[in-house]
């Protein structure tokens, strides 16, 4: 007992700056919920720089005490954890959810004054769990870990990895797998399903009450707006166009973009199936469940644009009393998506290319050099990281006629510019990463830890992935593809 005293004083000394909103919303969008207890949980992993960052002194504490604390034995004073309900088309079809292997401990305050949510995953059943048994598996979240941070270190708006736990317990999938639990770091988990949930109330007030909250947190700037919620829809959609294309500017494949998947503050969010694109080749995808291939890479700024306009039907009814006015506000707004997306696409490329004028030829200019690509199954990161240099590197794919017409379309492209070749190329360098997360390079980390109990390859794939622009002898043998991919599959692991 004085153990679990000592560690309950030590964890209230780290730096928490509870201030929880969501659990002061309508009963109806929230459970009150508490992590389970699990046999012997251990640190897996701790991400003290994020800590550091969120105001949390984790540094020094105990290991008995982290151990406590990411797998939920000791909740911190000040903690509300709580479960959240959502609804979401998860491959189209739509289905009541919530968080049924989720909990939300609380929302914290960082010193920089941003609100996140603290959320476990993996931490035991809740009031959302119907059959699942609300765990996980060490696997999946060190991938979650990996990709997650992968992401913000390349710039990419996404949620956070905190910390992984083990249980001491095991989870039964098709094969048993030691238990884990996953700590989120997240500007808020409010998801599209969320306002279809909200909506499904058939009753306006919900959708109201869900919209002013978000608006309050995410779109703060909007508040005086004459037009409230057709500003807060377009800014969801300019988000979410600009998250489209900085995923298709690397090579991301999201593979689960349900509903119930997307946040309505544009970050990136629930790292399933997801993996990086080796070969360039559209049709993409890599989770074993996709058999259409609806979420391939090609795919998924439309699918984008059809989860905003699931979210449109969710708020039509704060659009306008008119339901035939609404459609139109919601319509109008929607087909709007293409041009934002191709903008913020092509603004991307244009830097990938080391270009900072803008031409009516790029477009045209970027669409050779991919359909080249295609065509000569070139590799997506390393292509475009090729191209940062002074001079080619030896590769016997550059010696095709097709590239070095491309290419030297390109150089007259680029001298019309009149910029130093020095300047151009530190564009493109940090544009272009050298490093993305190779699935073979995940699958060896992941092996390691979940067979060997070995994490030392996870800490050295974490530190390349921490800089993706820079070049050193240290990363290079990280940049190679899979000997091969066909048949790469990735899995929910739910
Ligand atoms: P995901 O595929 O992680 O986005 O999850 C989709 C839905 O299934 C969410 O409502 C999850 O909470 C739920 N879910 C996934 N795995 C489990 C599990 N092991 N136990 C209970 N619910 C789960
Ligand atoms: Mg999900």
Redesign the pocket.
């Known amino acids: 007992m004085t153990d679990e005293r000592e560690i309950e004083t030590e964890l209230d000394s780290l730096g928490w700056q509870f201030d929880n909103t969501y659990g002061q919303l309508p009963e109806l969008f929230h459970v009150s919920s508490r992590p389970v207890k699990v046999a012997a949980p251990r640190v897996a992993i701790v991400n003290q720089k994020l800590a550091a960052e969120l105001g949390l002194n984790l540094a020094n504490a105990k290991p008995e005490t982290l151990a406590a604390l990411f797998s939920g034995q000791v909740i911190p004073t000040g903690a509300q954890p709580l479960a959240q309900a959502?609804a979401g088309h998860?491959y189209a079809h739509f289905t009541m959810?919530?968080?049924?292997?989720?909990i939300l401990l609380g929302e914290h305050r960082t010193p920089s004054g941003q609100l996140v949510d603290i959320q476990f995953k993996g931490s035991g059943?809740t009031a959302?769990?119907?059959r699942?048994?609300?765990?996980?598996a060490l696997g999946p979240m060190l991938r979650e870990y990996i990709i997650s941070e992968a992401m913000a270190a390349l710039g990419i708006p996404t949620t956070r990895s905190l910390a992984v736990v083990t249980t001491g317990e095991h989870v039964f999938r098709e094969t048993r797998l030691q238990g884990a639990v996953l700590t989120r770091i997240a500007a808020s988990h409010i998801r599209v399903g969320t306002f279809q949930y909200a909506a499904a109330r058939q009753d306006e007030l919900p959708v109201k009450q869900l919209a002013d909250y978000t608006i309050q947190r995410h779109y703060p700037e909007l508040n005086e707006s004459p037009e409230i919620y057709q500003d807060f829809f377009r800014e969801v959609l300019h988000r979410q166009a600009r998250l489209m294309a900085r995923w298709q500017l690397v090579g991301f494949v999201h593979g689960?973009m349900?509903t119930?998947?997307m946040s309505i503050c544009g970050e990136t969010i629930?790292y399933?199936p997801c993996a990086f694109m080796n070969t360039y080749k559209p049709e993409t995808v890599f989770s074993s469940i996709d058999q259409s291939g609806r979420y391939a890479y090609v795919n998924q700024p439309a699918i984008a644009q059809w989860n905003l306009t699931r979210l449109a039907e969710a708020l039509l009814t704060l659009f306008s009393p008119s339901e035939e006015e609404a459609i139109a506000i919601a319509t109008k707004i929607l087909a709007t998506f293409p041009e934002v997306y191709t903008q913020a696409w092509l603004a991307g490329m244009r830097a990938k290319l080391g270009l900072q004028s803008s031409d009516p030829s790029d477009a045209e200019l970027v669409q050779s050099l991919l359909s080249w690509m295609q065509s000569a199954q070139a590799d997506f990161t390393n292509t475009f990281r090729d191209l940062s240099n002074n001079e080619l590197p030896a590769n016997p794919l550059f010696d095709q006629a097709e590239f070095q017409e491309w290419h030297t379309r390109w150089q007259q492209r680029l001298q019309q510019e009149y910029r130093p070749r020095d300047n151009v190329v530190k564009q493109m360098r940090s544009a272009n990463p050298a490093v993305i997360p190779r699935n073979h390079r995940v699958e060896e980390a992941l092996a390691a830890a979940e067979d060997q109990n070995d994490f030392s390859v996870l800490h050295r794939l974490l530190a390349v992935l921490e800089k993706p622009f820079e070049l050193s002898p240290e990363n290079e043998k990280y940049r190679e593809p899979s000997p091969d991919e066909r048949g790469y599959r990735t899995f929910?692991g739910?």
């Not at 959810?97 to 989720?102: E, N, P, T």
């Not at 699942?132 to 996980?136: K, L, N, S, T, V």
């Open positions: 959502y998860q959810l919530g968080d049924g292997r989720a059943p959302f769990s119907r699942g048994d609300g765990r996980a689960v349900n119930d998947n629930d399933g929910c739910t």
